[in-house]
């Protein structure tokens, strides 16, 4: 058993990444879809499906997304920042900047999970789950 979901779901994608995978597969729950959602609307993934599953826990096939002409993977690095045994979070005011505003953080707050840019438009502040560039 893991302690922390989130970095399994992150490690599954940066593996999968790394061997040229196409498609992937990982566990599913509320927060990973709320992610998975963010990633497909800031471009980094192709494309997701849920699809259920016989435990009733469900799971998400993630199609990564590849430059065409090198074939680099489009996500160059994901990164968890807030862990379970440390948490970080950041005021409404004080959002980072990931690579000069090129990379995304991804927030959760109390309306839900979202990007560092919009929390700091709806001026709230959350719990900094990871960075994507």
């Known amino acids: ?3 922390d979901p989130i970095a ?3 490690t599954r994608i940066r ?11 990982i566990p599913s ?3 990973k879809k709320e992610i998975t959602k963010i990633l497909y609307d800031q471009g980094y993934i192709l494309s997701y499906k849920f699809e259920d599953t016989e435990n009733n826990q469900g799971k998400i096939k993630i199609a990564l997304k590849y430059d065409t002409i090198t074939k680099e993977p ?5 990164q968890r920042i807030s862990t379970p ?3 970080k979070y950041t005021s409404a005011d004080n959002h980072p900047r990931i690579l000069n505003g090129l990379g995304i953080s991804i927030v959760s ?4 999970v979202m990007t560092g ?8 502040g959350g719990e900094l789950l990871c960075y994507v560039y």
């Open 15 to 25: 593996n999968a990444n790394s061997a040229g995978h196409m498609v992937v597969d």
């Open 85 to 87: 045994g440390l948490r």
């Open 8 to 10: 399994d779901y992150l």
């Open 109 to 112: 707050t109390s309306k839900g």
């Open 74 to 78: 489009v996500i160059k690095k994901i």
């Open 1 to 3: 058993m893991f302690t």
């Open 29 to 31: 729950s509320k927060l």
């Open 117 to 124: 840019k919009q929390a700091s438009l709806q001026h709230i």
